[in-house]
């Protein structure tokens, strides 16, 4: 069983920037991604950013020029950085992994907070 291992977030003024860390104790080999959702109490899980094991990266729009999604496979690591952010970008962030077969399971890390003020 993969698990997701995060670190960052915490609490920053409006147009700052937090880096987000997540490392997992495993990868099996062959196809995957991970990325990062977010979550606001009261509304649904949102993805924010995704990165394949070949490297292809994508955005929600509202983060795209702000965030930026890497992975580092030999350290089994996804990051989250973030500059000019914003309050709107406050949330719960969750990593997750998945193998991108059929039946592939998404596994999540724990979450974490970030807080952005005005």
Do not use: H
Not at 47 to 58: D, I, K, N, Q, R
Not at 88 to 99: K, L, V
Request: with cysteine; glycine share 12%.
């Amino acid at each position: 069983q993969v698990r997701l291992v995060e670190s960052g977030g915490g609490l920053v003024q409006a147009g700052g920037s937090l880096r987000l860390s997540c490392v997992a104790s495993e990868i099996v080999s062959g196809p995957n991604v991970m990325g990062w959702y977010r979550q606001v109490p009261g509304k649904q899980r949102e993805l924010v950013a995704t990165v394949t094991s070949g490297g292809t990266t994508t955005y929600v729009d509202s983060v795209k020029g702000r965030f930026a999604v890497s992975r580092d496979n030999s350290k089994k690591m996804v990051s989250l950085q973030m500059s000019s952010l914003r309050p709107e970008d406050t949330a719960a962030y969750y990593c997750y992994y998945r193998r991108t077969i059929i039946g592939g399971v998404i596994v999540w890390g724990q979450g974490t907070q970030v807080t952005v003020s005005s």
